[in-house]
């Protein structure tokens, strides 16, 4: 019982899933509504009037839902709830069906039929909307469908969202705090992602804004931005008198919302959506070769067929990258024995004839075979097809602050440094590879960079 319990508390704590159950409930309420107030029309005004009645039904639904969803009464909770709304879109339903009985007098329908009609379904959607709101407050109440959030600010701020949590409990719950206090933008962002790592939150909720530097601002906004997490900022007195904003009321408190460039946002909606149908189809068609690979790299060594190593992406998160074999199963062990032999300067190892390498492993990364597990890691949104790549946790110790701004991105199986030379490049010339597709990305650059790394891996150019 209580697995299932938290298994649907999992499931309601995503937004959307919330939001396409709430619509699908609504409309059949609204549409349910409806059929009563006709039907509860007809039936006052006769029995014989029933049947023209119910065979425009479908018509009239269509007309009924469509304006509710223009009046925005399936929206979020605090504009669907706008009594004006929906008396506003009833009434409008009113006058459609009425032009249109005019227009198709054959239709049977009159005025006779349809005001009754408009203010029984008004009423019934009206009460059932009321017991609705009320079974999702008892739901918030109860721990249902909570987004648990990440609260910022100083400790007088945090103790006021607290209470106001408490003494309102609504559709978001409390993960996890981090103080402001007078750290310095460094220790603040360090905070932040430790407790984003080690918390379940799904939001950051960020009081006293207006106290914080530009710079400062931009930067935890760029942090949060790189993690999927929607930020809300509890405003000050002045920032709610300078004009109108983006308000929600599920905390008990007003937020606003801060959203992305429109452009931004649909850029890399577009680039998730290469990445997922990219890596599902990928992970099909490879599924056969893939069990040939392993049964090799079984024969060939002992060990595990994949190999799993901590590496950064974006925003310094630490993720699970799997690859493909391609050492001996005691590599990582000696890895100290063989930094003298390091052929690359900077923090990264490289060796072109490294001992550690299998011969099946040598032929994998001939061909770049060993990463094509990552396509898992691209599904999961920890990579994409396209972008830096990811560093493991040894190579980014000892990267320089000004070095660690490539992880303003999500890491990629390929990237632009890996069309350009791959391992032949250096470590600077790979750090400036990667900030210059940063700052020039576009889809049909990724497209590009995708169709070079098929060209650079059949003449295997860098690769080993």
């Known amino acids: ?67 509710f969803a223009a009046f925005r009464l399936y929206d979020r909770a605090p504009v669907r709830r706008n009594p004006g709304a929906l008396i506003g879109a009833a009434f409008c339903w009113a006058g459609l069906a009425a032009v249109g009985a005019a227009v198709y007098p054959g239709t049977g329908l009159g005025l006779g039929e349809i005001l009754p009609a408009a203010f029984l379904a008004l009423s019934c959607a009206a009460a059932i909307r009321v017991l609705y709101e009320q079974i999702i407050g008892r739901i918030y109440r109860r721990g249902f469908g909570q987004s648990p959030v990440l609260v910022v600010g100083s400790e007088r701020d945090r103790a006021r969202v607290r209470r106001t949590m408490e003494d309102a409990p609504g559709a978001y719950a409390l993960a996890g705090e981090v103080d402001l206090g007078d750290k310095d933008p460094d220790a603040l962002l360090a905070a932040l992602r430790r407790a984003l790592d080690h918390t379940d939150a799904r939001g950051v909720v960020l009081v006293g804004a207006e106290r914080l530097p530009d710079d400062y601002l931009l930067e935890l906004l760029r942090s949060v931005r790189l993690r999927g997490v929607p930020l809300r900022v509890v405003p000050g007195a002045l920032a709610l008198m300078r004009g109108r904003i983006i308000l929600s009321e599920g905390l008990g408190l007003p937020l606003l919302e801060v959203g992305y ?18 890596s599902v189809v990928g992970l099909v068609l490879l599924s056969v070769p893939f069990l040939a690979v392993a049964f090799a790299i079984r024969l060939d060594s002992p060990g595990p067929v994949f190999f799993r190593q901590k590496r950064v992406g974006a925003d310094e998160r630490i993720f699970v990258c799997l690859m493909f074999r391609s050492m001996q199963e005691e590599a990582e062990r000696h890895l100290r024995e063989l930094e003298a032999l390091n052929e690359v300067e900077g923090p990264i190892f490289k060796m072109r004839n490294d001992p550690r390498v299998t011969r099946v492993g040598r032929f994998l990364r001939r061909w770049s075979i060993d990463e094509l597990p990552q396509l898992v890691n691209v599904l999961k949104g920890e990579m994409s097809l396209v ?72 003449r295997r150019e860098g690769a080993y």
Do not use: C
């Open 1 to 67: 019982m209580r697995i299932m319990k938290n298994t649907l508390k999992r499931l309601l704590s995503f937004k959307s899933l919330r939001r396409s159950l709430s619509f699908v409930v609504l409309a059949f309420a609204d549409g349910l509504s409806l059929v009563l107030g006709l039907s509860g029309a007809a039936w006052f005004l006769g029995g014989d009037r029933l049947d023209p009645v119910l065979d425009l039904a479908p018509l009239l639904l269509a007309a009924w839902i469509s304006l």
């Open 261 to 278: 460039p429109r452009l931004d946002n649909t850029q890399r909606a577009l680039k998730r959506t290469l990445d997922m149908v990219v």
């Open 387 to 458: 972008g830096p790549r990811p560093l493991p946790v040894r190579d980014f110790l000892r990267m320089e602050e000004a070095h660690k701004r490539r992880l303003g991105t999500i890491p990629g199986m390929t990237g632009y440094w890996q069309t350009s030379g791959r391992s032949d490049l250096s470590f600077e010339e790979m750090v400036r590879l990667d900030l210059y597709y940063m700052e020039n990305w576009s889809l049909s650059f990724d497209v590009k960079i995708i169709l070079r790394t098929l060209g650079a891996v059949l």
